[in-house]
């Protein structure tokens, strides 16, 4: 759904400005190196004049502050749709994603992935010297992505306000655990935390247990990254119509609690508290995960009552259908048993078997190791080959978004700090003897 609506943000930005934008500007050349499949001709290509192609955000320059998941990874949406993103790092600070294991050639898998296609500069933002260097960047950078706890880049002279001064037009996009407002404003969190205090996690897992940690970070990509993204794309829609800028506040734990959806929808509106499985999708029905006689599992929605009718056939016991279309809880529970009850009876590729072309919405629920495989996702070129400096390239999750257009193919994985460091200050004016200056000075890295 999220990817969805960034989607229809992008096709608003295809406006007479953006275009102009682009016609003015020439096009970056991309090295593409390694296997790049064109399945359904929705991968990186080329025009028909032989110039290198550029994404639908090829107009946008990013100045990405983050560290982490959250900014790191909605930047990575940007910069893959053609964006340039200049990481703006710390040469003392290490950005903890690039120590983070595992490691291949050295390199932290999620540094490469995180980061690819995007430049780096390394500057001390506490010296003066380097805030002037970011205030110069601004003139040309005109959007801002950071995710310091709220107050930290106004005490390094560069929070909305100040930079705004030098361009009026700039979008700045701020996110944080909690929000710039507010008595947990200062307060530190991670995507744990910020489930919980949303309420999310009070019904996400079984009653015996308790909670479980998800294994992916719903709040910091979910809420954080894609709308931090959405925001962004907002606030350059409204420019384009308006010329002004803005400060956009995008809360972790502000976009959790929307995607309480359609529960927070039933306590709101009919006090009607979601708690561990009492709901349809949450366990509370035979909406579930299913055993298989050797330890494996398959996911069962069939929610529809034609979907219940086929899944019932398939497992010998069609007369089960009428229980799975009624909301008595004794139903659901009898169901439910009934359903472990017939998985328990077959390994799980011979249940494969059965349901490969049911139309019955069960699918099996399989590792990384063998979704990376599945037919499905390689005709959705959902992994790709992405080129490393010195190194072999590495296979790495694609951008998920398809245009009919295509996109680029990625330039590079991630690299070290600073890698750019004097091609940036060299676009900006500044001689050799100038930056050695600043590096003998370790003001930049």
């Avoid at 759904?1 to 960034?6: D, S």
């Avoid at 995960?289 to 979907?307: I, K, M, N």
């Avoid at 249940?351 to 399989?366: G, N, R, S």
Wanted: charged share 20%; glycine share 10%; aromatic share 6%.
């Amino acid at each position: 759904m999220l990817a969805g609506l960034v989607s229809v943000l992008l096709y608003l930005l295809q406006s007479a400005e953006s275009i102009d934008y682009v016609l003015r500007h020439s096009a970056y050349k991309v090295i593409i190196l390694g296997k790049l499949d064109v399945a359904l001709g929705m991968t990186a290509r080329t025009h028909e004049s032989g110039a290198a192609m550029k994404g639908p955000l090829s107009s946008l320059k990013i100045l990405d502050f983050s560290t982490l998941l959250p900014g790191p990874f909605a930047s990575l949406m940007l910069a893959d749709m053609g964006a340039e993103v200049l990481r703006v790092e710390s040469p003392s600070r290490v950005d903890l994603v690039r120590v983070l294991p595992p490691h291949d050639g050295g390199q932290s898998t999620s540094h490469a992935y995180l980061n690819r296609n995007k430049r780096s500069i390394a500057l001390d933002l506490k010296r003066p010297e380097a805030v002037e260097l970011v205030r110069q960047l601004v003139r040309d950078y005109d959007i801002v992505l950071e995710q310091f706890r709220p107050g930290v880049m106004d005490r390094l002279g560069l929070g909305y306000s100040a930079l705004k001064a030098v361009n009026p037009q700039l979008i700045y996009v701020s996110i944080t655990g909690y929000g710039q407002t507010g008595p947990y404003r200062d307060r530190a969190g991670h995507d744990i935390n910020y489930l919980a205090l949303a309420g999310i996690a009070s019904y996400t897992g079984r009653r015996d247990s308790g909670p479980l940690p998800l294994g992916v970070q719903l709040a910091d990509i979910g809420g954080g990254s894609l709308h931090g993204v959405m925001g962004l794309l907002a606030a350059v829609i409204h420019r384009q119509a308006t010329g002004e800028g803005q400060h956009v506040d995008v809360s972790m734990t502000d976009c959790a609690f929307a995607l309480h959806g359609m529960a927070g929808a039933g306590y709101l509106g009919a006090g009607v508290e979601p708690a561990m499985e009492n709901q349809a999708l949450n366990g509370g029905s035979f909406y579930d995960y299913y055993r298989t006689r050797d330890g494996r599992w398959f996911s069962v929605g069939s929610l529809e009552p034609q979907f219940m009718q086929q899944f019932c056939a398939a497992i010998g016991r069609p007369e089960l259908a009428a229980k799975g279309l009624s909301s008595k809880a004794e139903d659901q529970r009898e169901l439910k048993r009934a359903i472990e009850v017939e998985f328990e009876k077959r390994d799980f590729v011979e249940w494969v078997e059965v349901f490969a072309a049911l139309d019955a919405c069960v699918e099996p629920m399989l590792p990384l190791s063998e979704a990376v495989e599945h037919p499905q996702i390689k005709a959705r070129d959902l992994v790709v080959d992405v080129p490393r400096d010195g190194l072999p390239a590495q296979q790495q999750i694609a951008c998920p978004i398809k245009f009919s257009a295509g996109l680029p193919a990625p330039r590079h994985a991630g690299g070290t700090v600073g890698a750019h460091t004097a091609e940036v200050l060299a676009e900006l004016g500044l001689g050799a003897e100038q930056i050695e200056a600043l590096k003998a000075a370790k003001v930049v890295g």
